[in-house]
T-cell receptor, first 110, second 110 residues
Framework: KQEVTQIPAALSVPEGENLVLNCSFT??????LQWFRQDPGKGLTSLLL?????REQTSGRLNASLDKSSGRSTLYIAASQPGDSATYLC?????????FGAGTTVTVRA | NAGVTQTPKFRVLKTGQSMTLLCAQD?????MYWYRQDPGMGLRLIHY???????AKGEVPDGYNVSRLKKQNFLLGLESAAPSQTSVYFC?????????FGSGTQLSVL
């Protein structure tokens, strides 16, 4: 069974600092990996999708890398802002269903 | 464009009561999903559907039933609610491997 882990569970940084969020998974046989953002009381919003053949994806200040062989992905958020405060979840797709991590809750202090 | 709409947003049930959660999407997506989210855990898949008239079990299907009579709607039923079903329920639809989530239903079973 695929296990997805996100450490730490919570993170607090001052505004302007770069954020580094980690995701690890136990089975490297995946089709893709997605990063999501969840705001309090809201659903998830897809941020980045990395196919298994790709090493990274970028969107604006966000960059996600994927190392399938080591079972790891990292989400980088450059020059963090208070509006980046949210919970970030990663999910891997080993088959036709996603396996989610529990998320990292980020607080960016003004 | 409404996207994925869930009703109701909040519900309190007594043990043994039944209820139905409604999910509607206006994006003409084939795939739809029901997840539950519990504190400290990732989203867990309850049931999913790959098209109108089809349903399949996910990771935690016990105590739930679903129906997909129309392409745009995916219903989740609890026949006899239990306290262990207290959770936040999310519906999602997908296209091209990207998921689109509703805003969730907070369900408490007393």
């Amino acid at each position: 069974k695929q296990e997805v882990t996100q450490i730490p569970a919570a993170l607090s940084v001052p505004e302007g600092e770069n954020l580094v969020l980690n995701c690890s998974f136990t089975d490297s046989a995946i089709y893709n990996l997605q990063w999501f953002r969840q705001d309090p009381g809201k659903g998830l919003t897809s941020l980045l999708l990395i196919q298994s053949s790709q090493r990274e994806q970028t969107s604006g200040r966000l960059n996600a890398s994927l190392d399938k062989s080591s079972g790891r992905s990292t989400l980088y958020i450059a020059a963090s802002q208070p509006g980046d405060s949210a919970t970030y979840l990663c999910a891997v797709r080993p088959g036709n269903k996603l396996s989610f991590g529990a998320g990292t809750t980020v607080t960016v202090r003004a | 464009n409404a996207g994925v709409t869930q009703t109701p947003k909040f519900r309190v049930l007594k043990t043994g009561q039944s209820m139905t959660l409604l999910c509607a999407q206006d994006m003409n997506h084939e795939y739809m999903y029901w997840y539950r989210q519990d504190p400290g855990m990732g989203l867990r898949l309850i049931h999913y559907s790959v098209g109108e008239g089809t349903t399949a079990k996910g990771e935690v299907p016990d105590g739930y039933n679903v129906s997909r009579l129309k392409k745009q709607n995916f219903l989740l039923g609890l026949e006899s609610a239990a306290p262990s079903q207290t959770s936040v329920y999310f519906c999602a639809s997908s296209y091209d491997e990207k998921l689109f989530f509703g805003s969730g239903t907070q369900l408490s079973v007393l």
